[in-house]
């Protein structure tokens, strides 16, 4: 539980990210798969097909997202979700990730994220959970502070929860999504890593 409760702490907004690393230069989302890593250093390959060296702060928190079912999303669940805008101005999801109880309030609000040109992320209470007239998904209606959101979850969407994890799970090709404070001479360094176990990719 304490571990958690440390990595919460780091599940907060890219302004906070930086705070926590000491300055407010630049800060950037980096996703990519593991080539090496160290306790002091990871290498990735990007999603761009180039490689990445991050820096790790010491103390860096490791952990992992797990794959669940979307019955795991319920009323009450303090979620945050990728989405994009529908012609109804509808949000439909992209993915969910369903936060421990620890985790509740954290990064809370609706701001752009950088998945596509359009894309957001919603981190608040969800409310309601309705199903759909047609398919399998989900209708959620989900607030934070200073506003609501209804977001439409298909089936087919990735959800998961949270872990922790450890340097053991950095093995060359683990799938890793990393918040990092850019230096003036453009090196990377972070403070946490979300790591996908078994396989899978965190969705953020």
């Not at 319920?74 to 109804?88: C, Y």
Request: no cysteine; charged share 15%; aromatic share 4%.
């Amino acid at each position: 539980m304490k571990r958690l409760m440390i990595a919460a702490a780091l599940f907060a907004s890219t302004a906070a990210q930086a705070a926590l690393l000491g300055a407010a230069p630049e800060v950037v989302r980096v996703r990519g798969d593991v080539v090496s890593a160290s306790p002091t250093a990871i290498v990735l390959k990007t999603r761009a097909g180039a490689t990445q060296t991050l820096a790790l702060v010491p103390g860096t928190t490791i952990s992992s997202t797990v794959v669940i079912g979307i019955d795991a999303i319920k009323a009450n669940s303090f979620i945050g979700t990728t989405a994009e805008p529908g012609k109804d101005g509808k949000l439909t999801a992209t993915e969910v990730h369903v936060f421990p109880e620890v985790m509740r309030g954290l990064g809370e609000g609706h701001y752009p994220w950088d998945t596509s040109a359009t894309s957001s992320m919603t981190n608040g209470n969800v409310r309601t959970v309705g199903r759909p007239r047609h398919g399998k998904g989900r209708e959620l209606i989900v607030d934070y502070k200073g506003g609501q959101q209804a977001v439409t979850v298909p089936a087919t969407v990735p959800i998961v929860s949270f872990g922790v994890a450890s340097m053991a799970d950095l093995k060359p090709g683990a799938h890793v999504f990393a918040v990092a404070q850019k230096g003036a001479d453009g090196s990377l360094a972070t403070n946490r890593l979300v790591v996908g176990a078994n396989g899978s990719t965190p969705p953020m």
